[in-house]
């Protein structure tokens, strides 16, 4: 399936900002399950964008803006040929053996609830994937998904698990948080989500299961990804694979968010097969 | 637990040779002229303002470190042996990183469980693959000695990060040169004031960038900190700027600081601000002691950090446990400074033996720093031991346990007149790109209590001035 | 140098200097409180002591009106008290703050008198103070400042920190003397336009005192106090130390030796210059005809106005 997207981000500064300095990850990777067949990015300010890698391999840009910066705008179009491959990554670019993603992080550390609800689970060491689906199917029951904003905090799991309610991200933080806590390499996704003529940014996980390889879940959804989804970036929770981070964008005294609008449509066009 | 080991005297009271000449003028100096003396130190460590902050006092918020005026002595032989063992040390402990951060080598051959590296938070993936000039990253090491026997001495802690104390190390000399001038013309001391010459050009040594005098900064936490007195101490004795985050910004990959005629490339940044707080756009986005961008231009080789991002992965005391083993994977060498015996509560047969000899045993949170979260015990009472044994039981991967040592005992000032007191030695080994440097002696420091081990600044210990003899 | 150590230096001898002529106001104002009205005194001295310290607003909110702003209360103020940024305990912590930040860009001289003078001050009781211990804490306050400022003169290098460090004396030396001509201009005008005489004496010498000027006026003048005497020599005497001239003729030349040393001038020297040009250009008749209360009205707006040039030129 072809997938065209165009993503675009606005950042207001009240006041001006003296002068800013962001790192966008906005640049999505081929691998089994995607080809990007045209991807641009681009900043409607004047300054250089100093593309680089960041520790999992995702493509970055970092610029810094010289002030007073009142509105910073971001656009990432592209369009990506996608495949369903039943959850199942190959062919993705991996700079960690698997054990490095059981890191927990300040958003995935568990409290005594997710603790607790991660022994509630029938775990077998021989038979993770079970585990992992029951896992899904859980929080699908026990959080209710809120719209994913490309922008907004997203909630740690242990906040996601107690008030009930959390956008992907947070029930991705859950996801994570869980299956580490039961030995399985688990990750944060950040992408896009194609379906129908909408399309929206959305986090899930991915789990590493021996024999098999990564999968991912989207726990939000009760579903492994399939040709609707776009993986953008990887990493050990929503902050690392934050699209759009920057001085002065974390703590919001004089940042006004503003909701990236975004469009991902399915194009005419037919398949082009494998690449 | 063995007699306690005494580097003045012997058992039977004989004065060991090297502090025959010392030990003669303690006794011949009337004792309220050391008292005197020492107030005059005291004065003077406070007129300069060296205080140190202690956290979780609301009151004494710059407080002094006592200062002992009775010179701790190690003769030529010690130190030699000493600083060998140490150079071997840091050596192995850069191999370390470098290899955790690049093929994971001692990974693979199974000698150090991967979780140690993988789930430890101080290894930073930011690093992975991330080439550092000549492949060092702890530039500058304390490693933190005690002593049991006339030729043992132990490595009880690596500090890989940002160890602090040596400028305690200098003004304790300084302080000595000017109360004492009559000691030093009976004893021949080997020098440490060359200190920050050694340092100054280690840090130039590892400049990304050939062809121009680089800028090296010292990067401090600010006024606050607790040893943000050194900071300004040791900037002001290299003679270079001594920056806070906001002084900085990174533009297009590049470091800058703001001066009075406008932006200045920096090429090293000595910093001591903890890797959590470097850069708000990779690490704690909280962080307003960084520098953003700081992170950016690192890894595009515009700018050394030193120590190294991610150093800290080698130096808890859970990795402490396996540096014999590490030493010998990279060097292929026995190491010549012993490891103190230590269980690791997170391996079930050690936590057993751990929790069955709580009173006799230091028991040490893995992470844990400056004498904080620790059960000494023996010295410990009941309550308290009870209290260990639950955190230890909970979270047995956050502790190790060692035996208590009987660290040596030096002579020292205190109320009643010169008696021994516990000491240790934090010497401070320098790693350049041309060579390694370690000025003779370190920081010693002193339980002023009588019988207590703790010698950490921040639960009461004091200093001394650490002479090595160059004869 | 950075930008942050050059403010540092700014502020810390700013704040010096402020202690210093707050400690001149609480001592004159204590000498014209205790004259006996027939001869001068006046009641509400302690209300134009927080009126000269510039703190006004805060002290209404705190105390209730200046007119019956009381010895104890101003005293506490303008002296001791936390909530007053600018009392003169708070100058000295922030100046040691200051002086702390940028610890390797002073001599140890300098900053011993600073770590000191902290120290000790930490020994006054944190009670209203009698007379004496007042007098002494004034006196100690006033050798700190001659202390710093000595040290200064005597152990630092003649280079951009040293210009930046008297810029902030000279700048809020200058901002002191106009504030207290601004809040006692009326007993310096003309005598058909105020109710005065011979009584006036007392104020007039008070405004020497609190700027130390009485026996440099004699020297001056040669002549008895004179209300226009007083104006020309706070105002356009370069003689005078703390005369307006004088602060903007060391002000103006610091600041073309550092536009000198760094091969590049700004806004801050433009600024400077004009207005030593001015203050050079105008006889005291002149500054009386357009109206001393005006003219002196748009030196502490000038005077401000300086201070921001050169924090956005240099500090930032």
Redesign the interface.
């Known amino acids: 399936m072809r997938v065209r997207i165009r993503h675009e981000i606005t950042q207001r500064f009240e006041p001006p900002a003296r002068n800013t300095t962001a790192t966008v990850r906005l640049t999505p990777r081929s691998h089994d399950g995607q080809f990007i067949l045209r991807w641009t990015l681009d900043l409607f300010s004047d300054c250089r964008l100093n593309p680089a890698e960041d520790a999992f391999g995702n493509l970055c840009h970092t610029f810094t803006l010289d002030g007073p910066v009142d509105v910073l705008t971001v656009i990432a179009e592209g369009e990506v040929e996608t495949q369903d491959t039943t959850g199942i990554l190959r062919g993705t670019v991996e700079r960690f053996p698997p054990p490095l993603f059981l890191r927990q992080t300040e958003l995935t550390e568990p409290d005594e609830a997710v603790l607790k609800l991660a022994r509630s689970l029938p775990f077998s060491a021989d038979d993770p994937l079970s585990f992992l689906h029951t896992l899904m199917a859980t929080l699908k029951e026990r959080i209710a998904e809120v719209p994913t904003s490309a922008l907004s905090d997203v909630l740690p799991a242990g906040e996601a698990l107690k008030t009930g309610t959390g956008c992907s991200g947070a029930v991705a933080h859950l996801f994570t948080s869980v299956a580490r806590l039961h030995s399985i390499p688990a990750r944060h996704i950040s992408g896009y989500l194609a379906s129908g003529d909408a399309g929206t940014a959305r986090h899930w996980a991915e789990a590493y299961v021996p024999k098999i390889g990564w999968i991912g879940f989207d726990a939000g959804r009760d579903m492994c990804p399939t040709e609707e989804y776009v993986r953008l970036a990887v990493g050990l929770d929503s902050l690392d694979v934050a699209p759009l981070r920057g001085t002065g964008f974390d703590t919001r005294q004089n940042v006004r968010a503003e909701e990236g609008r975004l469009s991902a449509r399915i194009a005419q066009a037919q398949s082009q097969g494998q690449n | 637990m063995r007699q306690t080991f005494d580097e003045m005297s012997s058992s039977d009271g004989t004065v060991r040779p090297a502090y025959e000449t010392l030990s003669q003028w303690l006794s011949n100096v009337p004792q309220d002229v050391l008292a005197h003396r020492r107030k005059e130190a005291e004065f003077i460590f ?4 060296i205080t140190f902050a202690v956290y979780g006092e609301q009151n004494a918020q710059e407080r002094l470190i006592p200062f002992d005026i009775v010179p701790r002595i190690l003769t030529k032989e010690e130190w030699v042996q000493l600083s060998k063992g140490l150079e071997q040390r840091v050596k192995a402990l850069n191999h370390y990183i470098h290899d955790v951060y690049s093929k ?1 080598e001692i990974l693979k051959a199974g000698k150090i469980p ?2 140690l590296v ?2 430890n ?1 101080a ?7 991330q080439r550092v000039p000549h492949d060092l990253y702890v530039h500058i090491a304390g490693i933190d000695i005690v002593r049991t026997d006339p030729s043992t001495f132990y490595v009880l802690e690596d500090n890989a990060r940002t160890p602090s104390g040596v400028s305690y190390m200098l003004e304790n000399r300084e302080i000595m040169l000017r109360l004492f001038p009559e000691l030093f013309s009976m004893y021949k001391v080997a020098p440490v004031e060359n200190y920050a010459d050694d340092l100054l050009a280690t840090l130039r040594s590892l400049s990304p960038h050939s062809g121009h005098e680089p800028n090296v900064v010292i990067l401090t936490p ?2 606050y900190n607790s040893a ?1 007195y050194e900071h ?2 040791l ?2 004795k290299l003679g270079v ?4 985050g ?2 900085l ?5 590049v470091v800058y ?5 406008g932006p200045k490339r920096v090429d090293v940044i000595y910093r001591r601000l903890d890797d959590d707080f470097l850069d ?2 990779a690490f704690r ?2 962080s307003v002691l960084g520098v ?2 700081l992170m ?1 231009a690192y ?2 080789g515009n700018v050394t950090l030193t120590n190294a991002v991610g150093t800290g992965v080698a130096d808890d005391k859970a990795v402490y446990s396996y540096m014999p083993e590490i030493i010998k994977f990279y060097l292929g060498e026995e190491p010549i400074l012993p490891n103190v015996p230590t269980w690791r509560c997170r391996e079930p047969d050690h936590l057993k033996y751990v929790l069955e000899h709580l009173p006799e045993l230091v028991v040490k949170e893995v992470h844990g720093s400056g004498g904080y979260g620790m059960l000494v015990g023996p010295t410990a009472d009941k309550a308290q031991i009870e209290a260990f044994r639950a955190k230890v039981s909970a979270t047995p991967d956050n502790f190790i346990a060692q035996p208590t040592l009987a660290l040596s005992t030096c002579p020292t000032l205190v109320e009643q007149g010169v008696a021994p007191r516990h000491v240790d030695l934090r010497p401070f080994i320098l790693s350049g790109s041309d060579k390694v440097r370690i000025v003779p002696g370190g920081l010693t420091r002193v339980a002023m209590k009588e019988g207590s081990l703790v010698v950490n600044s921040s639960q009461g210990g004091g200093t001394k001035d650490t002479w090595v003899l160059d004869v | 140098m950075l930008s942050r150590t050059a403010d540092n230096l700014y502020w810390l001898t700013r704040y010096v200097e402020r202690a210093d002529c707050l400690a001149r106001i609480l001592d004159v104002s204590q000498r014209l409180a205790y004259t006996p009205v027939t001869y001068g005194g006046s009641t509400n001295e302690w209300g134009s002591a927080v009126l000269s310290a510039g703190c006004a607003d805060l002290y209404t909110n705190r105390y209730g009106p200046l007119e019956e702003a009381t010895e104890e209360n101003v005293v506490s103020f303008l002296a001791f008290e936390a909530e007053n940024a600018s009392s003169i305990r708070n100058c000295f912590e922030v100046a040691r703050t200051n002086a702390r930040s940028v610890r390797t860009a002073l001599t140890s001289e300098m900053w011993d008198v600073i770590n000191s003078a902290w120290i000790e001050l930490r020994n006054f009781p944190n009670r209203p103070l009698t007379r004496d211990e007042l007098a002494r804490f004034l006196a100690f306050v006033k050798e700190t400042s001659l202390r710093f400022d000595g040290a200064t003169f005597r152990t630092m290098l003649r280079n951009d920190a040293y210009w930046f460090a008297r810029s902030g004396v000279q700048l809020e030396r200058a901002d002191n003397t106009a504030r207290i001509l601004d809040v006692k201009y009326h007993v310096l005008l003309p005598e058909k336009e105020h109710v005065g005489g011979p009584l006036d004496y007392f104020q007039w010498t008070s405004i020497l005192r609190s700027v130390s000027a009485l026996t440099a006026f004699h020297w001056v003048y040669r002549d008895s106090v004179k209300p226009w005497l007083v104006a020309d020599l706070l105002i356009l005497n370069r003689q005078m130390p703390r005369s307006l001239a004088a602060c903007y003729d060391s002000l103006a030349r610091n600041l073309d030796d550092i536009a000198g040393a760094y091969g590049r001038q700004g806004p801050s020297q433009r600024l400077g210059r004009s207005m030593l040009a001015r203050l050079t250009n105008r006889s005291i008749e002149d500054i009386f005809q357009t109206g001393l209360h005006e003219f002196i009205s748009e030196f502490i707006s000038d005077n401000n106005k300086l201070g921001a040039e050169i924090t956005e030129q240099y500090l930032t």
């Open positions: 406070r007129r300069i303002g994971r991967e979780e993988y789930k938070p290894f930073r993936p930011e690093m992975n693959g600010g006024i943000y300004s101490f900037a002001d700027d001594l920056v806070e906001r002084d910004f990174v533009k297009d990959a600081m703001r001066t009075t005629e708000p756009l986005r909280d953003p961008g950016s890894q595009a």
